[in-house]
């Protein structure tokens, strides 16, 4: 597997991918399916935006970075990020794959911090995030509503570059 940098051509298998996310109810409060339009606008607004492809060429994993609070200059550098994996594809470091390459990216573009919320009971995601260097930060209880329920979610963050000095 390889990961690279991501291009409207994508656009179809990152569909793909985080519908089978949203479809799992594991992943994310995300209930509307994901267009091709959708993603699409991604590159439009020149995200961090990578993919992971299999020996076969077939993306099977993507990681975005989306701006954090854009309307606060104080945050420009902090960037909500998201990866999926293709269920066939998952539990064989494509996630970790694209964990490493967004956070290169992002980096190069000034990005100073990663952040992201992950339920607690996606353990699979919790464990990528402790081999990617990414640390858990706290617990927002009741963050939201899905399928009426109350969900909590865990709060995760990566510091890259010039933050990373103590």
Request: with cysteine.
């Amino acid at each position: 597997m390889r990961a690279r940098s991501a291009d409207r051509a994508d656009a179809v298998s990152i569909a793909a991918i985080y519908n089978e996310g949203i479809e799992d109810r594991l992943a994310t409060f995300e209930t509307r399916p994901r267009t091709v339009a959708d993603i699409e606008r991604w590159f439009d607004d020149a995200l961090p935006i990578v993919v992971v492809d299999d020996d076969a060429s077939r993306v099977v994993g993507w990681a975005a970075a989306h701006p954090y609070r854009p309307d606060r200059e104080a945050y420009a550098g902090i960037a909500e990020f998201s990866v999926y994996v293709a269920r066939a594809a998952r539990g064989r470091g494509a996630g970790r794959l694209a964990v490493e390459a967004l956070a290169q990216e992002a980096e190069a573009r000034g990005i100073w911090k990663l952040v992201s919320r992950i339920f607690p009971e996606n353990v699979a995601s919790l464990a990528l995030c402790r081999s990617s260097r990414v640390r858990e930060v706290g617990v927002y209880r009741r963050h939201g509503r899905r399928d009426g329920e109350w969900r909590d979610c865990v709060t995760v963050e990566r510091l890259l570059g010039e933050a990373l000095a103590d």
